[in-house]
């Protein structure tokens, strides 16, 4: 059965989820929190840096904690690595939950950084009964797509937009069947998507920040896509974009064709 746009069961996890993940890495404002679980987000993303998140969740989803989705991670370091358990732990603490929906392995640039040892910390915490899955963010797709066909991983974050578009041929069609939870990032390319790129017309037409989010939707191979929004205004206004459905014909063919220009940039 098709999926509803918005609404789906999560590969892997079952926890039946809004397809929009919210992050506050750019401090979006706790009322920004409070109203995505009104919209019925319930995928959240977290650091542990990012208190306006981290302050408002353990209250809200109290008693309901299966209806949400958790994820969160350790950081690939320029010399080493976050350790993964220990980070886990605290984790746990911040959000007050016995328990990690998704713990990523976050920053793997190139799978040379996916060590054995981090494989073998990160396969100690799938057994930890602490987490109901692992992932890695990679921009190493081929290597996020193997990892999955190998099992070693139960989730992967990867880039995906309008003018970064290498998943639909080095890890969409690549995936085991059946499908796992892909998350997509970096939906707006750090807004460079919603703005005109050197040698665009003055006035040619630009995408909206929904277009950018439903672009990525629009792609049956993604589970999911994070927003990041900077302020209660632009959330707003994402949800109210993104809540027309997918992009129609014209407007994928618009969005692919802005994100080459963009990408020639
Ligand atoms: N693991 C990795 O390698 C990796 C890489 C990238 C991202 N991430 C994480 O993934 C999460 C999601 O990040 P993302 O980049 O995918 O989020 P995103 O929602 O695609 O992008 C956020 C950017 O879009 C802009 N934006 C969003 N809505 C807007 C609006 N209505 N009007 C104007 N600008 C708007 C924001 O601009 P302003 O800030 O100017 O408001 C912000 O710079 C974050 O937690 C991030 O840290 C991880």
């Known amino acids: 059965m098709q999926p509803d746009f918005l609404r789906a069961p999560l590969p892997g996890l079952g926890t039946h989820a809004c397809r929009i993940g919210l992050s506050a890495t750019y401090r979006p404002g706790r009322e920004t ?4 679980l009104d919209e019925g987000l319930n995928y959240f993303l977290f650091f542990g ?6 302050s408002v969740l353990p209250d809200a989803i109290a008693g309901r904690r299966e209806d949400y989705v958790l994820a969160t991670g350790a950081y690939n370091l320029i010399l080493g690595h976050q ?4 980070t886990l ?3 746990l603490r911040q959000m007050k939950t016995g328990y ?3 713990f990523h392995f976050f920053g793997v640039t190139r799978r040379k950084y996916f ?3 981090v494989r073998d910390e990160l396969q100690a915490i799938r057994e930890s009964g602490l987490v109901r899955g692992v992932s890695i963010s990679t921009h190493d797709r081929p290597f996020a797509a193997e990892l999955l066909r190998e099992g070693v991983l139960d989730a992967a ?3 995906y937009n309008a003018a970064s578009r290498a998943a639909e041929t080095e890890v969409f069609p690549l995936l085991p069947d059946p499908r796992p939870l892909v998350v997509g990032f970096t939906a707006t390319r750090w807004g460079q998507l919603l703005r005109r790129p050197r040698g665009y017309p003055e006035t040619g037409r630009l995408p909206t920040p929904g277009m950018c989010y439903r672009f990525v939707l629009s792609n049956p191979a993604v589970s999911l896509c994070l927003m990041a929004p900077g302020s209660l205004r632009e959330f707003e206004q994402n949800i109210a974009g993104i809540r027309r459905g997918p992009l129609d014909e014209e407007e994928m063919a618009f969005m692919r064709s802005f994100g080459e220009a963009v990408h020639g940039h």
């Open 115 to 117: 060590t054995p040892r």
């Open 33 to 36: 929190v409070k109203r995505a």
């Open 89 to 91: 732990e605290r984790r």
């Open 83 to 86: 350790n993964l358990r220990r």
């Open 100 to 102: 990690i929906d998704l």
């Open 49 to 54: 840096f990012d208190t306006h998140m981290t």
């Open 157 to 159: 974050m990867v880039r």
